[in-house]
T-cell receptor, first 117, second 108 residues
Framework: DTGVSQNPRHKITKRGQNVTFRCDPI?????LYWYRQTLGQGPEFLTY????????KSRLLSDRFSAERPKGSFSTLEIQRTEQGDSAMYLC???????????????FGEGSWLTVV | KNEVEQSPQNLTAQEGEFITINCSYS?????LHWLQQHPGGGIVSLFM???GKKKHGRLIATINIQEKHSSLHITASHPRDSAVYIC??????????FGEGTQLTVNP
């Protein structure tokens, strides 16, 4: 297994266009997270899934943002009618649901950079 | 006030120096994570702590739950340690709330 995979790695789009990012988590991981990071800042939580269920969404996730994980494996993050303020790196991470004994190491993808012009 | 605060924001050291990065958080946690981010974005998990101390190679992480404080130490620093080090607290659902990171530069 090659870890968490994200694509595309870079996307430049015109304002108003829709974009979609894909995340393939580590295969046995049942939790999948989306974060957003702007330059000079730490990542901010957007949403997370346990299997196919979206369990939590941040207030940062406006109506223009939607995330899915239809079969509990890969996930997509779609941004509709992009705005310049959406320019950021979108990070995906995955982990196993923490057990009573096991830890919960979180594995991150390399990120998808979005530039809205 | 941020939920997770790190200090310093920027740190420059000479090769071989002992380095400490501090992290304070405002509310209770299920775990505290230290992560490393290199230019280009990739984030690597270094430690996950819920109590005490962990060591991995030249890296040591400690946490004081009562004081809501954690430190990351790097012994015998090396230029390849140059990166952004991020502290993040884990709360419900295993979501992470991140600090703003500490940019470490180790000069040869």
């Amino acid at each position: 297994d090659t870890g968490v995979s994200q694509n595309p790695r870079h996307k430049i789009t015109k304002r108003g266009q829709n974009v979609t990012f894909r995340c393939d988590p580590i295969s046995e991981h049942n939790r999948l997270y989306w974060y957003r990071q702007t330059l000079g800042q730490g990542p901010e939580f957007l949403t997370y899934f346990q299997n196919e269920a979206q369990l939590e969404k941040s207030r940062l996730l406006s109506d223009r943002f939607s995330a899915e994980r239809p079969k509990g494996s890969f996930s997509t993050l779609e941004i509709q009618r992009t705005e310049q303020g959406d320019s950021a790196m979108y990070l995906c991470a995955s982990s196993l649901r923490p057990g009573r004994i096991s830890g919960n190491t979180i594995y991150f993808g390399e990120g998808s950079w979005l530039t809205v012009v | 006030k941020n939920e997770v605060e790190q200090s310093p924001q920027n740190l420059t050291a000479q090769e071989g120096e002992f380095i400490t990065i501090n992290c304070s958080y405002s509310v209770g946690i299920s775990a505290l994570h230290w992560l490393q981010q290199h230019p280009g974005g990739g984030i690597v998990s270094l430690f996950m702590l819920s109590s005490g101390k962990k060591k991995h190679g030249r890296l040591i992480a400690t946490i004081n739950i009562q004081e809501k404080h954690s430190s990351l130490h790097i012994t015998a620093s090396h230029p390849r340690d140059s990166a952004v080090y991020i502290c993040a607290k884990e709360t419900s659902g295993s979501r992470l709330t991140f600090g703003e990171g500490t940019q470490l530069t180790v000069n040869p």
